[in-house]
């Protein structure tokens, strides 16, 4: 298993943009399937972004497509999340997720705030 930590959340307004990255420890990421996913306020868990193990290929829910951008640096471990043109819907706990041969890793969660 992989510890991930997650940085950058904040509050910011409508229209503005945030940056989150997920850090992760323990182990090399080379492998793993990468991504995010967020609840909101009284809402269940669900799919933002992931990115595949070699980095070639990325999937977006349709809600943040053209707005949201997953990279990742595999020397670093580092997941780069950029949240451009944000909306008051954005607005929830992100979580950065990661999987390998089926087993689940996920992060605490940081929190964004977008107000209108």
């Known amino acids: 298993q992989v510890d991930l930590v997650e940085s950058g959340g904040g509050l910011v307004q409508t229209g503005g943009s945030l940056r989150l990255s997920c850090s992760g420890s323990g182990r090399s990421l080379n492998n793993y399937h990468w991504g995010w996913f967020r609840q909101a306020p009284g809402k269940e868990r669900e799919f933002v972004t992931r990115i595949t193990s070699s980095g070639i290929t990325t999937s977006y829910a349709d809600f943040v497509k053209g707005r949201f951008t997953l990279s990742r640096d595999n020397e670093k471990n580092i997941l780069t999340l950029q949240m451009n043109r944000l909306e008051p819907e954005d607005t929830a706990v992100y979580y950065c997720?990661?999987?390998?041969?089926?087993?689940?890793?996920w992060g605490k969660g940081t929190l964004v705030t977008v107000s209108p």
């Open positions: 997720w990661a999987n390998w041969a089926g087993l689940d890793s």
